[in-house]
């Protein structure tokens, strides 16, 4: 797909340092996540197009400043990489005591981790509550920290998306369920090293203040208090529930849900929410 004029002057943004290094990291994990993926749709390349052209209008009209507001978690990273890497740890622990669970886990690839580790485990034929219990246990205990963020690894276009959404002139929100006292650190890191903009001028990062607040409730509180920061005009995020919410306190705004993954028995898209897979232009 040839690039659109609109974004022709972004070429530049893709940083081959940023981008050699995370491949270098983890060039496993990048092939098998990202091989053989369809090109994307034009309805998604058109969204997104519409969306950059829309910030640069809002911005040199000088109204009131764009902007736009990202989910982080299966919305602009694949986080089952974090669990895949935490399972392999836990079963290097049980080599010895438990080899045929330790057998079973070592043929899992982060396509086969789904949204419950319970259903991964399932999946593998784990299914005694003891052994799913403690499996369970060890990985809370990584999952929601900062050491474990860096296994992350971006939704496909999404750091060059993010970074073309804020040179074009909008404020990037980044709102997520991750809570402020487990995870600022890793997420800031993460967010660094993965090449999208943050500790910059026009880039807030929003956390939860406490890890048992519902994702939902607190994206309740929290979004009606963006539009002090300007015009709320995309929002981009992996379950119905908030893409639903946004939808109804921002009609005006492009509401995007990624097709990625989201919680069993979800509810539909409200009408209006549009459906991407990824963030390729
Ligand atoms: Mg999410």
């Known amino acids: 797909m040839a690039m659109p004029t609109a974004t022709s002057k972004r070429a530049h943004f893709i940083e081959p340092p ?51 507001v990202f989910d982080l978690d299966a919305t602009l990273y694949d986080n089952r990489p974090r669990t895949l890497e935490i399972l392999m740890e836990y079963r290097t622990t049980i080599l010895n005591s438990r080899p045929e669970i330790a057998e079973v886990l070592a043929t899992l690839t982060a396509e086969r981790i789904d949204y419950l580790l319970s259903d991964t485990l399932r999946g593998c034929g784990i299914t005694r509550t003891e052994v799913v219990n403690e499996i369970t246990r060890y990985w809370r ?88 920061l300007g015009e709320v005009i995309a929002f981009f995020d992996n379950e119905t529930a908030n893409t639903n919410l946004a939808k109804e306190l921002y009609p005006e705004a492009t509401v995007v849900l990624l097709e990625t993954q989201r919680v069993p028995y979800a509810p539909p898209a409200a009408p209006g929410v549009e459906v991407i897979a990824d963030f390729r232009l």
């Open 141 to 228: 205990e990584r999952f929601f920290t900062d050491a474990y963020c860096h296994h992350d690894v971006p939704i496909q276009g999404a750091p060059e998306f993010v970074r073309a959404c804020h040179e074009a002139g909008a404020t990037i929100v980044y709102l997520t369920g991750r809570d402020l006292h487990g995870m600022l650190i890793g997420t800031v890191t993460s967010l660094r090293d993965s090449g999208f903009p943050i500790g910059t001028v026009g880039v807030e990062l929003v956390l939860k203040p406490d890890a048992n607040l519902s994702d939902e409730a607190f994206k309740r509180g929290v979004l009606p208090e963006l539009s002090r």
């Open 18 to 68: 940023f981008f050699l290094r995370f491949i270098d990291e983890r060039p496993s994990i990048q092939l098998s996540l990202h091989h053989m993926r369809p090109p994307p749709l034009p309805h998604q390349t058109a969204l997104l197009t519409q969306i950059l052209e829309r910030i640069e209008k809002s911005a040199e009209e000088g109204d009131r400043t764009p902007v736009v």
